[in-house]
T-cell receptor
Framework: KNEVEQSPQNLTAQEGEFITINCSYS?????LHWLQQHPGGGIVSLFM???GKKKHGRLIATINIQEKHSSLHITASHPRDSAVYIC?????????FGTGTRLQVFP | EPEVTQTPSHQVTQMGQEVILRCVPI?????FYWYRQILGQKVEFLVS????????KSEIFDDQFSVERPDGSNFTLKIRSTKLEDSAMYFC??????????FGAGTRLSVL
């Protein structure tokens, strides 16, 4: 069965802390998407990766294909990073979503 | 910056009624998707659409659901006879290739 598992479910941090969110996925998933869902519900794509590492500003995403594991890191976290972060596995023409990690960053 | 536009933002309907949710994908995109998110639950894939046909659909996407790209710009999701359990946020997304997907702001469907 194709599955995507995320941890932790909830995460709180102080401003400036380094954040890591983890995602494990099953066989049949060829790439991993990281998405951000704002409190109002809107979804923004952050990364899609099938190997290695990608960086955009303070966000870094890595993937280990052998271990079927991906991580999203946020450096120097800020209250505006507070959102739900979702990993989604790409299985042919569909995305299989994790349950999301709710991040709250306090000043 | 180009964006995916969804209308309406909130749709209220009576059980058994037909609803059409509308999406205008980014103009040069070729791949189109519908997802739904029931309140408090994870996002679920409904259907993907490419080259004027469905390329993949989930178990949720039964005979009550249909998609159409009637005029080359709009991409619609129709629910023929709504049920209470169809109440959810419906997201449309588009992509230029099988990579980053751009999401609309969603349509909240409330079935009474």
């Amino acid at each position: 069965k194709n599955e995507v598992e995320q941890s932790p479910q909830n995460l709180t941090a102080q401003e400036g802390e380094f954040i890591t969110i983890n995602c494990s996925y099953s066989v049949g998933i060829s790439a991993l998407h990281w998405l951000q869902q704002h409190p109002g519900g809107g979804i923004v794509s952050l990364f899609m990766l099938s190997s290695g590492k990608k960086k955009h500003g303070r966000l870094i995403a890595t993937i280990n294909i052998q271990e079927k594991h991906s991580s999203l890191h946020i450096t120097a976290s800020h209250p505006r990073d507070s959102a739900v972060y979702i990993c989604a596995g790409d299985n042919t023409d569909k995305l299989i979503f994790g349950t999301g990690t709710r991040l709250q960053v306090f000043p | 910056e180009p964006e995916v536009t969804q209308t309406p933002s909130h749709q209220v309907t009576q059980m058994g009624q037909e609803v059409i949710l509308r999406c205008v994908p980014i103009s040069n995109h070729l791949y189109f998707y519908w997802y739904r998110q029931i309140l408090g639950q994870k996002v679920e894939f409904l259907v993907s659409f490419y080259n004027n046909e469905i390329s993949e659909k989930s178990e949720i996407f039964d005979d009550q659901f249909s998609v159409e790209r009637p005029d080359g710009s709009n991409f619609t999701l129709k629910i023929r006879s709504t049920k209470l359990e169809d109440s959810a946020m419906y997201f449309c997304a588009s992509a230029i290739a099988k990579n980053i997907q751009y999401f609309g702001a969603g349509t909240r469907l409330s079935v009474l």
